[in-house]
């Protein structure tokens, strides 16, 4: 099993930036893909970036393609999410997972941190 602990979140105005890190324990980092979700109020969860075992394929949400980019390091066993010209439709709760399983279903997602809090203001 991976533990997931999420940091970096906050409050920004639109138009600016935020860079949210995900850290994790337990088993080993390299055998997991990684994805980004978010949950707004009110709203179903939804996806927004994956990026497989290795780092060299990414996937994004076409809501946030061009402005997100996420990324990774296994020997820190940490993945990042770069957020760029945020807008009000970006505010929610993002969660990052873990899967061993194929990285492009988003079912498979199976391991989650507790989330971090992003507001952007208008």
């Known amino acids: 099993q991976v533990q997931l602990v999420e940091s970096g979140g906050g409050l920004v105005q639109a138009g600016g930036s935020l860079r949210l890190s995900c850290a994790a324990s337990g088993d080993t980092f390299s055998l997991y893909a990684l994805g980004w979700f978010r949950r707004a109020p009110g709203k179903e969860r939804e996806f927004v970036a994956a990026?497989?075992?290795?780092?060299?394929?990414?996937y994004y949400a076409d809501s946030v393609k061009g402005r997100f980019a996420i990324s990774r390091d296994n020997a820190k066993r940490t993945v990042w999410l770069q957020m760029n010209s945020l807008n009000p439709e970006d505010t929610a709760a993002y969660c990052c997972?873990?899967?061993?399983?194929?990285?492009?279903?988003?079912?498979?997602?199976?391991?989650w941190g507790q989330g971090t809090q992003v507001t952007v203001s208008s």
């Open positions: 997972a873990a899967t061993r399983l194929h990285w492009l279903k988003l079912s498979n997602y199976n391991y």
């Open positions: 990026i497989n075992w290795s780092g060299g394929n990414t």
